[in-house]
């Protein structure tokens, strides 16, 4: 196959427009491992990039898609030989290198990993970015001393990719969630994901003029910043820990000293892109093996290249649910 189907995000004079476009494998970039993509997921910072954020991707035309399960067809890695199932996510894939949303990528050999065995490639972009970053969170969680018997854990942006593997990941290892979202009807999904209770957005915010809020969670995994991130932090349980990966609600927050000197709690950040591929093959093989998540489908949206640019829209404007996963076959 010399050409193959990807959206294509252009810069124009009327602003950034999407199309889905024939394109030829010759003007892939060069890389060790050129790649059939299977399927694809779409995480918010697809969203970004499709819509020309500078942070995110800064050269045009561009194809998004920062998460890739596919089969290798070229390959001139000892690592690697066709016919092999690999992932592929987070470093420069999707960001200034063309993306999962096209049927054919060529990477380093050093942005991939063996499809973990336990996950097939479908099971592996259910989980893709934001299912890595979930159990990134509560793995950094855990070894700050994180416990079942610690308290609830607050996870919020719930409905959201992270938010949602997140509640997924905690109930399944014992964890009490209490889930917070701006979305007053999924309160039963998230229910069935695993919530114990389910807050909406606005009381997660709330508190923003105390320096310190009764002390109620033994952890947080918070995917939105801004007032719920510190809020959330004055509401940690002496010596808890807050695992901050998203900033949906707003990149900047205000903050005071007063919760870590007479809480001993912390704030831990969490990155998925630029993990070293080792970290990233530990958490991936924990997500197929201990931590594999049943009923993954339920979170499950499934979209095709036709359909992404209608799930990036609604992505940007925090009404998904789930994870939406590109079928590039479809
Ligand atoms: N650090 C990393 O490596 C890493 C990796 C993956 C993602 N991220 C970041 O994590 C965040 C979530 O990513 P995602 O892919 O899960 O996105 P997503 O699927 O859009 O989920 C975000 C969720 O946040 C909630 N939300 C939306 N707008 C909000 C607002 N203004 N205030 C408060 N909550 C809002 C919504 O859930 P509810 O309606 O349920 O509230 C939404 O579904 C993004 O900022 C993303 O860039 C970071």
């Not at 790649?35 to 991707?57: C, E, H, M, Q, W």
């Not at 561009?62 to 001139?76: K, N, R």
Request: proline share 6%; net charge negative.
């Amino acid at each position: 196959m010399t050409d193959f189907r990807a959206l294509l995000v252009e810069k124009t004079e009327a602003g950034f427009q999407r199309s889905v476009v024939t394109r030829q494998v010759a003007d892939l970039p060069a890389g060790d491992l050129l790649i059939d993509v299977r399927y694809s997921s779409l995480n918010f910072k697809d969203a970004l990039s499709a819509t020309g954020n500078p942070g995110v991707s800064r050269n045009f035309p561009h194809t998004p898609g920062i998460d890739v399960a596919g089969v290798v067809v070229e390959s001139s890695s000892e690592r690697f030989a066709p016919g092999d199932s690999v992932v592929a996510i987070g470093f420069d894939l999707g960001m200034n290198t063309p993306g999962g949303f096209g049927q054919r990528v060529r990477i380093p050999a050093g942005w991939a990993l063996p499809l973990p065995e336990g996950l097939d490639l479908r099971e592996a972009m259910r989980l893709g970015t934001a299912g890595l970053t979930a159990a990134l969170c509560v793995q950094k969680l855990e070894d700050a001393g994180m416990t079942p018997d610690g308290g609830p854990v607050l996870v919020t942006g719930a409905t959201g990719g992270v938010g949602s593997v997140a509640v997924m990941l905690l109930a399944k290892l014992g964890y009490r969630v209490t889930a917070v979202t701006g979305k007053p009807d999924q309160h039963g999904f998230l229910q069935s994901l695993g919530a114990a209770e389910v807050i909406a957005r606005e009381e997660a915010r709330t508190g923003s003029d105390k320096p310190l809020l009764p002390e109620t969670w033994g952890g947080v995994v918070d995917t939105v910043g801004g007032e719920t991130l510190f809020n959330s932090v004055k509401r940690l349980r002496y010596g808890a820990s807050l695992a901050a990966c998203g900033l949906v609600e707003a990149p900047q927050f205000a903050a005071t000293v007063l919760p870590f000197i007479l809480r001993n709690v912390n704030l831990l950040g969490v990155d998925s892109v630029e993990l070293p591929l080792a970290e990233k093959a530990k958490v991936w093989d924990k997500l197929a093996g201990p931590w594999k998540l049943d009923g993954l489908d339920a979170l499950e949206e499934p979209l095709s290249l036709d359909t992404v640019s209608d799930a990036i829209d609604r992505i940007l404007v925090g009404a998904m649910v789930g994870r939406g996963v590109v079928d590039l076959s479809a």
